[in-house]
């Protein structure tokens, strides 16, 4: 968090000096740097509102985030660790990236894990419902990282991307019980290889 931190402080700093350096232009570069600013301004407003969120992140101790580069926060790197539930003992790595329209649109996120789960396909989508339909801007990055965290508390059999596991968890839990421990060590179920997360 405190690197977060240092990250806003340096940015602030840089955005000052750029408005400082600008207010001692010719009047002709003035206006230059005002359209410029103009179009910029929607990639400020969203980095803004990504510190805000970074910032207010309370997370449970089974969600870590790490940023490969510090000075891009629109990219990062989620794990999910659950400790409880059928997932337990796993460690599941996602990517996430954010674009300039953030927070009207939401961000994009995918498990890099090839897991054995309802809600997320063998290609990584995850069907999260306030990642799509139900995403509203007031929605922050707290509420979607707790909302993925719970897809792995509360697997979702109603709206599934991977049907064959939403069937079995519907049909038989302990079977389901079985074919996630089975996964989650790197087993096969179907003739589908998963990749080993615990």
Wanted: aromatic content about 8%.
């Amino acid at each position: 968090m405190l690197k977060i931190r240092q990250l806003q402080k340096k940015k602030q700093e840089e955005a000052a000096a750029a408005e400082s350096a600008s207010n001692t232009t010719s009047a002709e570069s003035a206006n230059l740097n005002t359209s410029a600013n103009l179009s910029s301004s929607r990639v400020s407003a969203a980095q803004l509102r990504l510190q805000k969120d970074i910032t207010e992140i309370d997370l449970p101790r089974s969600i870590k985030l790490t940023f490969p580069d510090p000075s891009d926060l629109f990219n990062f790197k989620l794990s999910i660790t659950p400790q409880e539930g059928y997932y337990k003992g796993g460690t599941f790595e996602f990517k996430t990236e954010i674009n300039n329209n953030f927070p009207i649109e939401p961000p994009k996120i995918k498990c890099l894990n090839k897991i054995y789960h309802p809600n997320i396909d063998l290609d990584g989508n995850i069907c999260l419902n306030i990642l799509r339909e139900d995403w509203s801007p007031v929605l922050n990055l707290n509420s979607i990282l707790i909302g993925l965290n719970f897809l792995f508390l509360e697997p979702n059999p109603n709206d599934p991307l991977n049907k064959d596991a939403a069937n079995v968890l519907v049909k038989n839990k302990s079977v389901f019980t079985s074919n996630v421990k089975s996964s989650m060590r790197g087993g096969y179920i179907d003739n589908e290889h998963y990749d080993r997360v615990v």
